[in-house]
């Protein structure tokens, strides 16, 4: 194995990483859109929810993405 391929592996995101920057650019943006909106409220509440489904799945498919990457290398 390669230097570079070592590091592509480091580069994998941490879950916890992933779980608190959707929750807070969840967060902001639904607060930015229950303002824009006049339904501060509904945009707090919906904001981190759909963050936070958005990180995931980008995690979901970052993993599988590495994995396929990794079966492909055997």
């Known amino acids: 194995m390669s230097e570079n391929d070592e590091d592509k592996k480091d580069q994998t995101p941490n879950l916890g990483l992933v779980i608190a920057l ?3 650019f969840g967060s902001g943006l639904g607060t930015l859109f229950g303002l824009l909106f006049d339904q501060f409220a509904l945009g707090v509440a ?3 929810g759909i ?11 970052w993993q599988k993405k590495r994995a396929d990457q990794e079966d492909s290398s055997r």
Do not use: A
Request: hydrophobic share 55%; no cysteine; net charge neutral.
């Open 46 to 48: 919906l904001g981190p």
């Open 51 to 61: 963050g936070l489904s958005l990180g995931m799945i980008w995690w979901t498919l």
């Open 22 to 24: 959707s929750l807070s």
